[in-house]
């Protein structure tokens, strides 16, 4: 398959990966920034075959390892009402909130149903004008967009019956409060390829010169990962802090001019709380007043909700990179992806859930050629 195969060709991984050993002379804790990044880190056994002075460290980006729990019980008291069908995608329906998830309203008989675009749910407003329809809008810099998109789309459309539960984030605050933490380990970022090709790499060469940290823009194979991974190092070892774009296959500096004016016109910038991380200010988007009619916060008028996350869960410390998910006494015993006690056990991109797939269980580290798809695996090796 184009574009993919050829970034998993082993004699190319094998050739970075002889430069890396090459380059490093001293420890380096490098961060991948998004939870795609680190379940191809795990899926292909990358971290185990680096040098063992590379410390890959898991960063906060996972859209709904992060949606704050009064997101949750938010959108789990709206989908609850008898007038109201609540789309989302898939995997928001297992996030647990305080005591129950989407999964188990629905089998109490709310209209929970599962979209794979903003757009179905907005069709399905179209065919329901008796009902309102909420679409659960969460995630980065990449979802927003056709979120936005799609409420533009209502009004223009006269949908009325059509709202938004918004809790979109942004990185660059998220970069700049990880390294502002007294307890920050993190020499070096891959940034999120997918973010920078909406958003592009203007916010980074600040960051980059603030915290004196090399960021290089990284995308999600194999190939991308190890090539991020040697320009940071090498950048490390020189004692630079330059923002670097690898993944110039995607990225253009100035990113997708036409999702950021829809960006810029739907949403304005306002303080968000990270689950498991606690408020973070300027990190989110909500949408602009002109578009108040269809937040669904503020049509549904929910207010403020008592929230309780289970004592058990330290997602906060994962998503910090504070510790590795094995290193949580709840994981693989009362916390497992059947019973997620946090999101981020749940998520596709969670890297509790990536611990537990791969079998990431902890005690003596498993060699790649002992995990079931390493680089050897999956052709790259
Ligand atoms: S293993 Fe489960 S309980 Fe532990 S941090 Fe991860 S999600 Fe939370």
Not at 1 to 7: A, G, Q, T
Not at 71 to 75: M, N, S, T
Not at 368 to 376: A, F, R, S, V, W
């Given at each position: 398959?184009?574009?993919?195969?050829?970034?998993q060709?082993?004699?190319?991984?094998?050739?970075?990966?002889?430069?890396?050993?090459?380059?490093?002379?001293?420890?380096?804790?490098?961060?991948?920034?998004?939870?795609g990044?680190?379940?191809?880190i795990?899926?292909?056994?990358?971290?185990?075959?680096?040098?063992?002075?590379?410390?890959?460290?898991?960063?906060?980006?996972?859209?709904?390892?992060?949606?704050?729990?009064d997101?949750?019980?938010?959108?789990l008291?709206?989908?609850?009402?008898?007038?109201?069908?609540?789309?989302?995608?898939?995997d928001?329906?297992?996030?647990?909130?305080t005591?129950?998830?989407?999964?188990?309203?629905?089998?109490?008989?709310?209209?929970?149903?599962?979209?794979?675009?903003?757009?179905d749910?907005?069709?399905?407003?179209?065919?329901?004008?008796?009902?309102?329809?909420?679409?659960?809008?969460?995630?980065?810099?990449?979802?927003?967009?056709?979120?936005?998109?799609?409420?533009?789309?209502?009004?223009?459309?006269?949908?009325r019956?059509?709202?938004?539960?918004?809790?979109?984030?942004?990185?660059?605050?998220?970069?700049?409060?990880?390294?502002?933490?007294?307890?920050?380990?993190?020499?070096?970022?891959?940034?999120?390829?997918?973010?920078?090709?909406?958003?592009?790499?203007e916010?980074?060469?600040?960051?980059?010169?603030?915290?004196?940290?090399?960021?290089?823009?990284?995308?999600?194979?194999?190939?991308?990962?190890?090539?991020?991974?040697?320009?940071?190092?090498?950048?490390?070892?020189?004692?630079?802090?330059?923002?670097?774009?690898?993944?110039?296959?995607?990225?253009?500096?100035?990113?997708?001019?036409?999702?950021?004016?829809?960006?810029?016109?739907?949403?304005?910038?306002?303080?968000?709380?990270?689950?498991?991380?606690?408020?973070?200010?300027?990190?989110?988007?909500?949408?602009?007043?002109?578009?108040?009619?269809?937040?669904?916060?503020?049509?549904?008028?929910?207010?403020?909700?008592?929230?309780?996350?289970?004592?058990?869960?330290?997602?906060?410390?994962?998503?910090?990179?504070?510790?590795?998910?094995?290193?949580?006494?709840?994981?693989?015993?009362?916390?497992?992806?059947?019973?997620?006690?946090?999101?981020?056990?749940?998520?596709?991109?969670?890297a509790?859930?990536?611990?537990?797939?791969?079998?990431?269980?902890?005690?003596?580290?498993t060699?790649?050629?002992?995990?079931?798809?390493?680089?050897?695996?999956?052709?790259?090796?």
């Open positions: 398959m184009k574009y993919l195969e050829e970034f060709n082993p004699d190319l991984a094998r050739r970075l990966l002889d430069e890396i050993h090459a380059t490093v002379t001293r420890p380096w804790a490098l961060m991948e920034v998004c939870g990044q680190t379940h191809s795990i899926r292909h056994g990358i971290d185990q075959l680096l040098p063992e002075q590379i410390e890959l460290i898991h960063g906060p980006g996972c859209p709904v390892c992060v949606t704050p729990l997101v949750i019980d938010k959108a008291e709206i989908a609850s009402r008898p007038d109201v069908i609540f789309c989302s995608f898939g928001m329906l297992r996030v647990p909130g005591g129950r998830d989407l999964f188990q309203v629905r089998s109490e008989g709310g209209d929970v149903r599962v979209v794979y675009s903003p757009l749910a907005l069709r399905i407003a179209q065919q329901n004008p008796d009902k309102q329809v909420v679409f659960f809008g969460i995630g980065f810099e990449t979802t927003a967009p056709p979120n936005a998109m799609t409420v533009h789309q209502a009004r223009k459309l006269g949908i019956n059509f709202s938004l539960l918004v809790s979109h984030v942004r990185v660059p605050p998220a970069i700049e409060a990880i390294m502002s933490s007294a307890d920050c380990r993190v020499q070096a970022f891959l940034a999120a390829g997918h973010v920078c090709s909406v958003m592009g790499i916010e980074y060469p600040e960051l980059a010169e603030r915290f004196r940290v090399p960021i290089v823009v990284t995308g999600f194979e194999p190939l991308d990962i190890l090539e991020g991974v040697r320009r940071a190092v090498r950048q490390l070892e020189r004692g630079e802090h330059t923002v670097d774009n690898a993944y110039e296959r995607a990225v253009r500096p100035e990113g997708n001019l036409a999702a950021k004016a829809m960006l810029a016109d739907l949403f304005e910038v306002t303080d968000r709380a990270w689950r498991g991380i606690g408020m973070i200010p300027h990190s989110g988007w909500r949408l602009a007043e002109k578009y108040r009619e269809f937040d669904a916060e503020h049509r549904f008028q929910v207010g403020e909700i008592a929230t309780q996350e289970p004592a058990a869960c330290r997602a906060g410390e994962v998503l910090q990179g504070l510790i590795k998910p094995h290193e949580c006494e709840a994981f693989g015993t009362a916390c497992t992806p059947r019973t997620p006690l946090g999101a981020t056990m749940v998520s596709s991109e969670g509790c859930a990536a611990y537990y797939l791969y079998r990431r269980l902890g005690g003596t580290p060699r790649p050629e002992q995990n079931q798809q390493t680089l050897e695996g999956t052709s790259v090796g």
